[in-house]
C-alpha cells in the first residue's frame, strides 16, 4: 500500500506543477533591485527577467531612454509600473502575462468623468498586521460599492476599478476594520491593521458552524491557529493542545507516537460501569466519531494500547481549532458534547490564483523521564534479585541501551487554486514514525480535497470534502506486566551478562525451529526475554477511512437562509496478534497462538438549519432552526486460538480450536431538532437562549425515551455600555449562562426489548442484567460567570470564568440473588460536582521590527463525589440498595471524595509513641485498615506560559508548562527498589542503612522488600515544571530566491528540560485514556523528549 501512495503523491506533484504551469502570473510578480540612474528600458528588462511579464509599447510615445533612481524590495508589479509611468501621461493595462503600455485618452471620457480625478485606474497595495507579516485573505472593498478583493499570501491586492476619493474598507477578522481615502493610484498603498483582541465586530463560527458575533457569546471560546499546532509537531495533534487553552486537562499515552490522548475539560463528570469523559470532536460543524483501537491498559497486567480516531486528521488541513470547555457553547450539538467540544474548521482553497506548500518535520526521540538504577551491587547466586555484595568492578548493564532512538517524520504537500467564485484546496501528507521501543511503529498517509463554490450571483454556496486516511501502526506498549519488555529489562540482575539475552531465540534441534531464550523463569511477573516480547508476539492494527461531507447553503434574502448538510465517515479496522511458538505458556500453547479481528464503524450524518438574522434600528435578531439526524453502526467479528499442527503458520486454517467472536451489529441512532435565538441592543448587551430535543435509540422502550435541553445566557460589553473611554480602559464585558445537557449512556440492551445477545464459540452468551426500564439520560447542569478586560489599547488582556456543574442520574449495578434469574440490576442515581475557574492572560507589545506576546493560562478544578446511592429500591424485592464506594478498573471511587483518589488498605504497624514497630529479630508488622485516602492523582491547578518573540524574519517560541500538586503512585518504583536495583536502594546500602525511629536500620533488603507492598511509602508529589516546546525559525528573504519561492528553516524541541520534578516517572503521562487508572505508574513507558528540523517551501 505505501508504493501505491507514494504513487498519489508523485502523480498529484504532477497533476500540481501543470495546473501552476496553465496559470496566469498577472498579479504575482515582484521586483527587487536598487539601483541609482537607471534608464527606463534597461528597467523595462529587468521587470521582464524577474516577473516574467512581457511589456509591450511604442517608443513614439514612451520615452526609454528616461533616467530613474529606484529601490524595491520585493515591489509589487503595480508599484514598478506606477513609478516607471510616473507624470509620462501613459496608463498600463495587465492580462494574461503581458502589459500594455499606451497613452491616457482624456476624450473618450465621458461627461460624468470631467477630470483625472474620476479616472477609473488600478489601485494596488499590500496589507500587514502590526508586526509587520502580511494578512492573506484580508477583505479590501469601494465604500459604497459591491467592489472588492481579498489579499494574497504576500498580503497583496489589485483593485482595477477603484479612482481618486474613493473609500477603500479593508476588513480581516481580529483587527480593527479600517478606511483609507485613495489620493493616488500613481504608488501602491500600504496598510497595517491593528489588533482588536477583543474581536468586537468579529465572527466566529460556534456550535453547528452556525457564525455569531465574538461579543455576543455569554461563554468563552479560546482559538487556536494553525501554526499553534505545527510549529512543534505531534503525530496526535491533541498534544499540541496542552498548556494553550484554560480549563483543558491534557494526558499524553504512554504508546508514544501516533497513541490515544486524554482530554477532560472541567474535571470527571461520569463515573458509571459506561462512564464516558471524552470531548466531542467536530469538523466544520459536523461532529467527529473518535474511536479508540488497542486494548485496555488498566490494571496491574494491562494491555497493548493503541490510536484513535481524532489522530487521523492532519493539523495541515486545519484553518484553525475552537475550544469550547462549557457546555452552554455546545448545547446544539446535543448529548455528545456535554463533555465540551474541539471544533476544527478546516483549510479552503485560495482566492487568489495557484499556490503550492510543501513542510517536513524530522524528529528524533528518546526517553525524558527515567528511574535511576544502580550498578554497584549484584546478585546472590540462583537469585533474580540484585541483593548480593558489592561488586568488584560496577557493572556496566543499562537498561536504556535496550532503547532506539526514535524518529518521526511528518511531510505535508498542499496546494490551493480558485477566484472569487470557486476554490479548490488539496493536501497529501505522511506521518511516519519508529519508536524508541524495539518494532513499535507508525505509519499514516492521508489525502484530501475540498471545493467551495459560489452560484447564481452568491445565492448558493456549496462545500464539497472528501478525505482518506490509511493507518499502521505496531507494537504499541504501554504498561502493566503483560506484553512488556520494560519488567525484565528493569529488574535483570546487575552482575548478570545481558549480552547473552540479546540473542532472544536460540535454534531447537528437537522442535526444528527458533525457541525463545529466557532462563529466568517469570518471576511471578509474566517475565520473558524482552527481545522476544518486541520482535515474536506481535501486535498490529490496521484501519482504512474515508470521509464524504457536503454542504449547500441558499441565501433566500438578505439574512435569511437554509442550509442543508451531511458526512459519510467510514472505518475499516483489522487487529492482529501472533504469538511464536515458545512464549510464556500463559499466553501461549506449545505452537503459538493468533489471533484476528476486524471492526466496521459506519456513521452517517445529515442536518437542515434554518438562519435569520436582521438589524431593526438598535435591536438586532439572530434565529436559528434545525433537525440532525446520525446514525452510527458497528460490526465486529473475529477468530482466536492456539495453532494447531504447524508451528508459527499464522492462519485461521491452523488454529486448534476456534473461538469465534460475533458481535451482533452495534446500531444507534439520534434524532434531534434544535433552536436558538439571539437578542441584541445596541451592540452591547445581548441575550441568547438554545433547546434541542433528541430521541436516543438506546432509551427506546424507556420512561424517557426523549429528552431536552436548555440553555440561557447573557454578555454585556459594559465599556460601551456606559462609554468609558478606550484610554482608561480598552474593553470590559459580562458574562453568564446557565445549561442543562443530557448524556444517554452508550450502553446497549438496557432498556426491555432491545436486549441482544453476543456469539462466542458458537454458544449464545446470555444477558443476565435485569432489564432496566426508568432509564434516562444522565444530565449535567452548570452555572457559569465570566470577565473579559482589555487594558492600555488592548495591549492586556484578562480572560477569567468561574463555573460549578453538578452531574446527576450515574448509573451503578447492583448485585440479586441467584434465585431471581438475574445477577443483577442497574440503578440511576448519584451526583458528581466539578467547580472550578478558567482565567487567560495575554500581553502584546511591538516596538519597530521587534514584536513581543506573552500568554498565560490558568486552569483549576475541583471534583467531589457528592453521592452515589441512597437507599435505592432493588427492582425484585423492594429492598434499599445503598453504595458508597465502587472499585473500577483497580481505582476506588467514595462518596464524599474525588474521582481519581488514591487509597491504601496496609500500613506499618507503630507502637504507642507513633513508632514503627520493629521486632526484636528485626521484622516489621503490617496492619490492614479500612481504604484511608492518601491523596489524589488530580492538581491543584495547572499553568501554562508560551513566549512569541519576532524579529525581522526570525521567530522564537517557547512555552513552560506547570502541573501544580495532586500525588502519583510508582509501583515501577516500589518493585526496583524490592528488586535491589534502584540508586536509592544503593546509597542505603553505601550508608549502612536507613534512618527508622531516629537510628539506623542496617537490614536494607528486609525494609524495601515490606514497604514495596505499601502504597504510603511510593506516592509521590505529582508538581512539575518543564520546557515543554521551543521553536526557532528563519524565514529566508524572498529576493534571494528570486521572489518567486518563500523559504522557512526552524528548529524544535519537545519535552528539553524538567525544572522541577520530584516523581520517579513523568506525572503527566497516563498508560490509560480511559476515566480510570490515573496517576499510576506500573512498568509504563517513558515520556518522550524530541528534537527536530522543519522545513517550509512556499509557491
Known sequence: MRLNVFKLARAMC????VTYCSISAAGQGVVTLKKQKIRASELIKIINKQTGYNILYSNQIFNDKKILNVEFDEADIHKVMSILLDQSGLQYKIRDNTILINQINHNEETSSFKNANSFQQIVSGKISNDKGEPLQGASVSIKGTSIGISTDAEGRFTLAQAKVNDVLEIRFVGYQTKSYTITSTAHPVELSLTADDN???????????????????????????????????????????????????????????????????????????????????????????????????????????????????????????????GPAGAALY????????I????????????????????????????????????????????????????????PFEFFNTGVQQINSLNSSIGNEKQQTFISFSSTNGKGVIPNNKYNRYNFSLKNSASFLNDK????????????????????????????????????????????????????????????????????????????????????????????????????????????????????????????????????????????????????????FNRKYNDVSVNLNLGSSYVKEKTTTDGVSGHLATVPNLFSIRNINVFNTLVTPFDNKATIGVFGSAEIGYKDYIFLSATGRQDWSSRQVNSTEESFFYPSVGVSAILSDMFQIPKSTLSYLEVRANYSSVGLPLDALGITPGTVTYPINNGSVTPITIYPFPNFKAQRTKTYEAGVNVKLFENKLGLDVTLYKSNTYDQLFLGTLPGGTGYSGFYAQVGNIGNKGIEASLTYNLKH????????????????????????????????????????????????????????????????????????????????????????????????????????????????????????????????????????????????????????LYSDVENYYKTVAQLEAFNTYDATNVRLQEVSLSYRLPKKLLNNRIGLTFSVTGNNLLMLYNKAPFDPQLTGSTGTFYQGIDYFMMPSLRSFGFGLKIQL
Do not use: C, H
Not at 268 to 282: D, E, G, M, P, T
Not at 900 to 909: E, N
Open 848 to 999: 519597530n521590527d521587534l514584536s513581543y506576546g506573552t500568554g498565560l493560562t490558568y486552569t483549576l478544578n475541583r471534583n467531589k463525589v457528592i453521592e452515589m446511592v441512597r437507599d435505592y429500591p432493588n427492582p425484585v424485592d423492594g429492598t434499599s440498595f445503598n453504595l458508597t464506594e465502587l472499585t473500577v478498573d483497580g481505582s476506588l471511587i467514595r462518596e464524599g471524595g474525588q474521582v481519581g483518589d488514591i487509597y491504601t488498605r496496609s500500613f506499618l504497624a507503630t507502637d504507642q509513641n507513633g513508632k514503627i514497630y520493629i521486632d526484636p529479630a528485626g521484622n516489621f508488622s503490617i496492619v490492614n485498615v479500612d481504604n484511608v485516602r492518601l491523596g489524589t492523582v488530580n492538581p491543584d491547578y495547572t499553568l501554562g506560559w508560551r513566549n512569541d518573540i519576532a524579529y525581522k524574519n526570525f521567530n522564537l517560541g517557547f512555552m513552560v508548562f506547570a502541573r501544580v500538586g495532586g500525588i502519583v503512585l510508582s509501583q515501577t518504583q516500589a518493585l526496583l527498589d524490592q528488586y535491589g536495583v534502584s540508586k536509592k536502594s544503593a546509597v542505603d546500602r553505601d550508608k549502612g542503612g536507613i534512618m527508622i525511629n531516629g537510628g
Open 334 to 341: 446535543g448529548n455528545a458534547a456535554a463533555n465540551g467540544v
Open 14 to 17: 504532477v497533476a500540481l506543477m
Open 460 to 611: 448558493v454556496t456549496t462545500d464539497f470534502s472528501a478525505s482518506y486516511v490509511k493507518q499502521a501502526d505496531q507494537n504499541m506498549a504501554s504498561q502493566g506486566q503483560y506484553f512488556n519488555p520494560l519488567v525484565s529489562l528493569y529488574l535483570f540482575p546487575r552482575n548478570d551478562d545481558f549480552d547473552a539475552i540479546r540473542y532472544y531465540e536460540r535454534y531447537s534441534v528437537s522442535n526444528n525451529y527458533f525457541t525463545q531464550y529466557w532462563p529466568y523463569g517469570d518471576q511471578s511477573l509474566q517475565m520473558q526475554n524482552p527481545y522476544w516480547i518486541t520482535n515474536r508476539m506481535l501486535f498490529q492494527n490496521t484501519r482504512n477511512r474515508y470521509m464524504i461531507s457536503g454542504n449547500v447553503t441558499y441565501n433566500i434574502a438578505q439574512g435569511i437562509s437554509v442550509s442543508a448538510r451531511g458526512r459519510i465517515d467510514n472505518t475499516d479496522g483489522d487487529v492482529t496478534r501472533k504469538y511464536y511458538a515458545s512464549t510464556a505458556p500463559n499466553f501461549a500453547k506449545a505452537n503459538g497462538y493468533y489471533s484476528w479481528a476486524n471492526q466496521k464503524v459506519l456513521q452517517t450524518y445529515t442536518d437542515v438549519i434554518g438562519t
Open 343 to 398: 471544533l476544527i474548521t478546516t483549510r479552503k482553497g485560495s482566492k487568489e490564483g495557484f499556490k503550492l506548500n510543501y513542510s517536513n518535520n524530522t524528529s528524533v526521540m528518546s526517553p525524558f523521564v527515567k528511574p535511576e538504577f544502580q550498578t554497584t551491587y549484584g546478585n546472590r547466586v540462583g537469585e533474580y534479585e540484585s541483593w548480593g555484595s558489592r561488586l568488584v568492578e560496577p557493572s556496566t548493564y543499562d
Open 199 to 325: 474581536l468586537l465586530d468579529a465572527v466566529v463560527v460556534t456550535a453547528l458552524g452556525i457564525k455569531r458575533q465574538a461579543k455576543a457569546l455569554n461563554y468563552e471560546v479560546q482559538t487556536l491557529k494553525r501554526d499553534d499546532l505545527t510549529a512543534v509537531q505531534s503525530a496526535n495533534f491533541t498534544n499540541s493542545l496542552n498548556g494553550k487553552v484554560a480549563g483543558v486537562n491534557i494526558n499524553a499515552s504512554a504508546s508514544g507516537i501516533g497513541g490515544s490522548t486524554r482530554v477532560v475539560m472541567r474535571g470527571v463528570k461520569s463515573i458509571s460501569q459506561f462512564a464516558n469523559n471524552n470531548v466531542l470532536y467536530v469538523i466544520d460543524g459536523v461532529p467527529l466519531l473518535n474511536k479508540s483501537s488497542g486494548g485496555s491498559s488498566t490494571g496491574v497486567f494491562g494491555d497493548i494500547a493503541g490510536t484513535e480516531s481524532i489522530a487521523d486528521m492532519n493539523p495541515d488541513d486545519f484553518e484553525s481549532v475552537s475550544v469550547l470547555t
